[in-house]
Structures are given as structure tokens and as C-alpha cells.
């Protein structure tokens, strides 16, 4: 009787023994992995590698053709030959637009394009090359000047005493838009007016066919600026920074002669526009 209460007593001793929870278990499991995962996370946001872009200098290398030269640099490095394109932002859409690309030498990149004159904004891009994701350089505003026709935008106003005539030559003879005669009375003068804002310089050349003396001078409005008196049958240029003018005059005054002044010009402004 004694031996099986002993073995009922080791019985119940065994079933209660507690086991393991299995919440505990879970929620020790499930800590470590979200620890771990948190730790592959924090390293891989240290250690992403990144590529920049930088418009390193833009300016205008050839004001008459109107070409801008764009130097970049990305670093590190992309593989040699990697297509960079520049990109301009087109106000009227409201968005980039390529304009021109090169391709990258080491850590640079040179680009030129073809451009009338403006003020726009720049950038530069590169693509994605593993394990670096696509870069846009910051972006840099730019005026770039080019040489136009004194007559583009056509004359604003004309005048002078004695006849004057200020005839702009027609788009289909002088495409350009530079060339005009200037003519009027003896002892009178002639004189015409652009609009030149967003010009910074103007060059004339003069050809004086009057049979005598004549000045010819430039005005910021009625102003007069510089001026240059020419003999008969003679040329010459007469070339002046007008920055800040937005109204300029070019005069031809009679000093003296038998018929009037008469003078051809060919003319230049350095614009934006």
C-alpha cells in the first residue's frame, strides 16, 4: 500500500512542473529579429554610396554664333564615356528640357551647346550606375550675351530736321537686321531709336558717302553719350558700352557739305534677347 501512494506522489510532482510559456518564447524571438533587422537597416543607410553632380563653369565662348561651353564634374567618377546631358528650364512649360549632352573623362564632363541670347536656368544629371543612384547637380542661372542686329526688334522711334530719312534695309536684302542709311538735308541731321534693354555693348561701323563733314553720335534717349566726326568718303566704328541704356539714339549730323549727310551703317548689339 505504501509503494503506490509513493508512485501516485511522484505522479503528481511530475504533471506539475511547469513548462516553457510559449507567449515568452514568441516575444523573445520576435525582439531579436526586429533588433536585427533594425541594425541591416542602420547599416545599409550608412553605408549607401552617393554620386554628385556640379556645373563647375558656364559662359558664353562665342557670342557670335552664340555657343555656351558648360564644364562639370561628378564625383566619384562615372565609367568613361558616360552620357551627361544639360538641361534648361523652359518657362512657357514649366519644365526641364535637354538641350545638349557630353560625355564624361574621368571626373568631367565639357559641354556645348547652341543658344540665342536669354536668361535661363541650368543642370546637369547623370544616371544611375551601381551600386551609385541618379544625381542632378544644383542648378545656376546664366545670361548669355550673343550679337544681333540693332534692327531685330525694329526702330521705336525716328526724327531730325531737313528731310531725314532713316531707311532700315528690308529682311530679304539684309537678313540680319543691321544695315540702314541715314540721310537728310544740307545742315540738317537724322537720328533713330531701338529698344535696348538687356543689351550691354553696340557696334557700329560707319560709312560717310556725304560729300563733306558729318558727326555721327550715339544717345542714351536724348543724352548724348560718345560721338565721332567723319571726313568724306571715309568709314570707321564707333563702339560703346551702353549697360543700363534701354533707350538707344544713333544720330548722323551735318557739319558741313554741299548735298546733306549720308551715312551707311552696319550695327551690333550684345544681348540677352
Excluded at 101 to 126: L, N, W
Amino acid at each position: 500500500m505504501r509503494r503506490v501512494l509513493a508512485g501516485l506522489l511522484t505522479l503528481l510532482v511530475a504533471g506539475c512542473a511547469a513548462p516553457i510559456a510559449p507567449a515568452d518564447s514568441a516575444l523573445s524571438l520576435g525582439s531579436t529579429a526586429s533588433a536585427a533587422s533594425a541594425a541591416v537597416g542602420a547599416v545599409a543607410a550608412v553605408a549607401a554610396p552617393t554620386r554628385t553632380a556640379r556645373i563647375a563653369s558656364i559662359r558664353t565662348t562665342d557670342a557670335t554664333k552664340g555657343v555656351i561651353t558648360v564644364v562639370g564634374t561628378l564625383t566619384p567618377a562615372p565609367a568613361a564615356g558616360t552620357r551627361i546631358p544639360l538641361h534648361q528650364w523652359i518657362p512657357s512649360l514649366k519644365r526641364w528640357q535637354e538641350v545638349a549632352h557630353g560625355y564624361s573623362s574621368g571626373s568631367s564632363v565639357t559641354i556645348t551647346t547652341v543658344q540665342p541670347g536669354s536668361v535661363r536656368t541650368y543642370r546637369i544629371a547623370v544616371g544611375a550606375q551601381a551600386p551609385y543612384a541618379a544625381a542632378v547637380s544644383p542648378v545656376i542661372s546664366f545670361k548669355h550675351y550673343v550679337w544681333r542686329g540693332m534692327f531685330k526688334k525694329g526702330l521705336v522711334a525716328a526724327g531730325g530736321a531737313g528731310q531725314p530719312q532713316f531707311t532700315v534695309v528690308p529682311p530679304n536684302e539684309g537678313p540680319r537686321r543691321a544695315e540702314a542709311d541715314l540721310l537728310a538735308n544740307q545742315g540738317g541731321y537724322v537720328w533713330g531709336e531701338v529698344d535696348s534693354t538687356g543689351c550691354r555693348y553696340v557696334r557700329n561701323w560707319l560709312g560717310n558717302l556725304t560729300d563733306g563733314l558729318v558727326r555721327v553720335s550715339l544717345h542714351n534717349g536724348t543724352t548724348a553719350m560718345t560721338s565721332i566726326r567723319m571726313q568724306q568718303e571715309t568709314e570707321t566704328w564707333l563702339n560703346y558700352d551702353i549697360s543700363g541704356v534701354t533707350r538707344l539714339r544713333l544720330q548722323v549730323a551735318d557739319i558741313r557739305s554741299g548735298y546733306g549727310p549720308y551715312v551707311s551703317i552696319d550695327s551690333l548689339l550684345l544681348c540677352t534677347n
